[in-house]
């Protein structure tokens, strides 16, 4: 069945602003997550980036999405309000998105992976093929791409910069140089701030760690075989992961669907562009 057994009684959410916070528990751990949008269909389970926690996620792409569709995003294992020790393998993470998705009582899901959350979808799609109806991947790419082993440093020196220049790590990662990718970080940043109460718990440093050790390895892995259909979307200038990752996985995958790469946008370019994200992601999901 498609109705969780830890759902309160109260109705959905309006937004994702004011969202509960709420746990189900997983083999002995507490797992936080926040669900809005209509009670019918296939729930979309949402996997976000290295670091990232509940408030990571732009509220228009959720508010979007949960317009139409019942969705669901969660702390894994040892993030933000989820207890317990933060995997440090992509395919650990996966099993543990796995087992909170059947905690829930779903017996049919899609998912949208973002980033990291991009690896882990693409291995719980190969192992839970049952499980799994439809995959969206953004700013992500296959096992072994070119240049994803380099994130981690990558990472670390901009989060370095970042603290030396009081600038948020993000702008620089997540976003192009030009004016116009400065103005559309700014405003992506300002939308993280519109949830004042119960924001969720920064992730900490050990975590954070255990991350970007599994992201490295993946890096050098062999790609995962998906048969689901899947829409795979980037900016043109994704530094995280190079954009022609998202080219190489569009071609590799047999069921796959290319959104063209959006214009002056990196590894936020569904952010960047959430309206038009949001209208072609609710599309493939609903064909």
């Given at each position: 069945?498609n109705t969780?057994?830890?759902?309160?009684s109260?109705?959905?959410?309006?937004s994702?602003q004011n969202?509960?916070t709420?746990?189900v528990?997983?083999?002995?751990?507490?797992?936080?997550y926040?669900?809005?949008?209509p009670e019918?269909?296939v729930?979309?389970?949402?996997?976000i980036h290295l670091?990232?926690?509940?408030?990571?996620?732009d509220?228009r792409?959720?508010d979007g999405?949960?317009?139409?569709?019942r969705v669901?995003?969660?702390d894994n294992?040892?993030?933000?309000g989820s207890s317990?020790?933060?995997?440090d393998t992509i395919?650990?993470?996966a099993?543990d998105?796995v087992l909170f998705?059947r905690?829930?009582?779903?017996?049919?899901v899609d998912l949208?992976?973002l980033?990291?959350?991009?690896?882990i979808?693409?291995v719980?799609?190969e192992?839970?093929?049952?499980?799994?109806?439809?995959v969206?991947?953004a700013g992500?790419?296959p096992?072994?791409?070119?240049?994803?082993?380099?994130?981690?440093?990558?990472?670390?020196q901009a989060t370095?910069?970042?603290a030396?220049?009081?600038?948020d790590?993000?702008l620089s990662?997540f976003f192009?140089?030009?004016?116009?990718?400065?103005?559309?970080g700014?405003?992506?940043?300002e939308?993280?701030?519109?949830?004042?109460?119960?924001?969720?718990e920064?992730?900490s440093?050990?975590?954070?760690?255990a991350q970007l050790?599994?992201?490295?390895?993946w890096?050098?892995?062999?790609?995962s075989e998906?048969?689901?259909?899947v829409?795979v979307?980037?900016?043109?200038?994704?530094?995280m992961?190079?954009?022609?990752?998202?080219?190489?996985l569009?071609?590799?995958?047999?069921?796959s669907e290319l959104v063209?790469?959006?214009?002056d946008?990196g590894?936020?370019?569904?952010f960047?562009?959430?309206?038009?994200?949001?209208?072609?992601?609710?599309?493939?999901?609903?064909s």
């Amino acid at each position: 069945m498609n109705t969780p057994r830890n759902s309160p009684s109260s109705s959905p959410s309006s937004s994702y602003q004011n969202a509960p916070t709420r746990s189900v528990s997983v083999r002995g751990e507490d797992f936080a997550y926040r669900e809005l949008g209509p009670e019918d269909g296939v729930p979309l389970i949402l996997l976000i980036h290295l670091a990232g926690v509940l408030d990571n996620w732009d509220p228009r792409v959720v508010d979007g999405l949960a317009a139409r569709r019942r969705v669901i995003a969660f702390d894994n294992r040892g993030v933000g309000g989820s207890s317990g020790s933060t995997p440090d393998t992509i395919e650990a993470m996966a099993r543990d998105a796995v087992l909170f998705i059947r905690a829930l009582e779903f017996d049919q899901v899609d998912l949208l992976g973002l980033s990291m959350g991009g690896f882990i979808a693409q291995v719980i799609a190969e192992q839970e093929p049952h499980l799994i109806r439809k995959v969206i991947l953004a700013g992500t790419g296959p096992a072994g791409g070119p240049g994803i082993d380099k994130v981690p440093a990558l990472t670390l020196q901009a989060t370095l910069k970042g603290a030396l220049t009081r600038q948020d790590p993000k702008l620089s990662l997540f976003f192009t140089e030009t004016e116009g990718g400065r103005r559309a970080g700014r405003a992506f940043l300002e939308r993280l701030k519109e949830r004042t109460h119960h924001r969720d718990e920064d992730i900490s440093l050990p975590a954070f760690r255990a991350q970007l050790k599994a992201i490295r390895q993946w890096g050098r892995q062999a790609p995962s075989e998906i048969r689901q259909p899947v829409l795979v979307a980037n900016g043109e200038n994704d530094r995280m992961v190079p954009s022609h990752n998202t080219l190489d996985l569009a071609a590799r995958l047999p069921r796959s669907e290319l959104v063209p790469l959006y214009p002056d946008a990196g590894h936020a370019g569904i952010f960047q562009y959430h309206d038009e994200f949001v209208a072609r992601a609710l599309e493939f999901l609903g064909s």
